[in-house]
């Protein structure tokens, strides 16, 4: 009998109960394997903190959102212990062995699966399975949650037309992404935004305060303006980028507080960049704007159809793979399919949107202002 353990790690999603069971169940009713849940991301790992997974606990969770295990953002190499940060992998594995376990399933986004790919290289084997809102995981073609998100982040958008078109506002949404405009792009243009603006491509502020100027003059007098959390104006974009150049550069010199702090400091005036983009339209425009931003909203709640779909068939994948001993990967959506993509490949890089990405095509061809 194999014995799997298995962790949820990184910001949750809607979809992370749905993976477990479809996981678990294939596990247990068609390989006849034994499941451990580890509670809290690597947290619970390192503290052995466990739940035997069972037809009991696996049943009924397909639609709850969020993750019956918990999760965390903490990293096995860099582990918050009492106001130290500890390299804890050694016990984490220590854990492992403890339970004598054939493997270890990873279930998280980008910051997880370099994790996962440290713990495997001190010799443990592990299978991951991709989730994100973010959809920026490389390798794979959908994350489990990116679609959930899209809908809740399409009908704030949708939601907020109305409320924009009576008032005659400037409606400025901020959506989440991290550093890529998937999910604001995908919604806005789903949701009809008449402005989209996405880390990939830099913008003026000049420039959508011209569109939003034209829509009035052709009698629109609102707009809805989606802004990823991670989108900066051109000079912020290439001040930032200078900052992390000279970050890099001064890594093991004198001068590295100074360039850490000057990033710090850069990054910390990023996160008000939509309440300043904001005020800076309606001075622009002379049209009153208000501000929305989404937040965690996007991440709550009961998980789409597709990522229910999505997460059982990653799920039974991953116990495919655990059934024929194929470690060291990701159960990854390619087309139509699922594939296995090696870890090594795949750690250390972002998907980002492409400039030239159909989504980008179409939605300059229905004329939405991209800012640049
Ligand atoms: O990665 C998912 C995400 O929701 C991002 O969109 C966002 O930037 C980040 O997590 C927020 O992180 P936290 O949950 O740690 O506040």
């Not at 294939?26 to 035997?52: D, H, K, S, W």
């Not at 918050?80 to 220590?94: C, I, R």
């Not at 990116?146 to 009908?155: K, M, N, Q, V």
């Amino acid at each position: 009998t194999k014995l799997v353990g298995v962790l949820t790690a990184g910001g949750d999603t809607p979809g992370l109960n749905a993976a477990l069971r479809g996981l678990g169940k294939a596990a247990i009713e068609e390989y006849g394997m034994q499941i451990i849940g580890f509670y809290e991301g690597y947290r619970g790992l390192m503290q052995n903190r466990t739940i035997r997974l069972d037809g009991s606990n696996l049943s009924g969770i397909l639609t709850r959102g969020g993750t019956i295990l918990g999760t965390s953002r903490d990293k096995p190499n860099n582990m918050p212990m009492g106001g130290q940060f500890l390299d804890m992998t050694d016990t984490m594995v220590e854990n492992y062995k403890r339970h004598h376990l054939d493997v270890l399933v990873c279930i998280g986004g980008g910051g997880t699966h370099k994790s996962a790919a440290k713990l495997m290289k001190k010799g443990i084997n592990v299978v991951t399975i991709p989730k994100t809102i973010d959809n920026d995981l490389y390798g794979t073609d959908h994350s489990i949650g990116f679609d959930t998100a899209l809908g809740i982040a399409t009908d704030a958008v949708d939601r907020l037309h109305s409320t924009a078109h009576s008032h005659h506002r400037i409606i400025v949404v901020e959506i989440m992404g991290h550093n890529t405009g998937w999910l604001a792009l995908g919604s806005g243009i789903a949701g009809g935004a008449d402005v989209i603006l996405i880390p990939e491509i830099p913008y003026e502020t000049s420039s959508v305060a011209e569109a939003i100027l034209g829509r009035s003059r052709g009698g629109k007098r609102f707009s809805i303006v989606a802004v990823s959390e991670g989108a900066m104006n051109r000079k912020d974009a290439e001040e930032m980028k200078l900052a992390e150049e000279e970050l890099a550069a001064a890594k093991k010199t004198a001068n590295r507080e100074k360039a850490e702090a000057h990033l710090l400091e850069l990054r910390q005036a990023q996160a008000s960049s939509t309440i300043r983009l904001a005020s800076e339209l309606e001075q622009l425009t002379g049209l009153e704007s208000r501000v929305t931003i989404l937040g965690y909203v996007q991440r709550g709640g009961t998980p789409s159809a597709y990522d229910r779909l999505l997460a059982t068939r990653l799920g039974t994948a991953a116990a495919d793979l655990i059934n024929r001993e194929q470690y060291g990967v990701m159960v990854a959506s390619r087309g139509e399919g699922i594939e296995p993509v090696l870890l090594e490949s795949i750690v250390g890089r972002r998907k980002t949107v492409p400039i030239d990405h159909p989504w980008v095509i179409s939605a300059r061809k229905i004329g939405t202002n991209l800012g640049d």
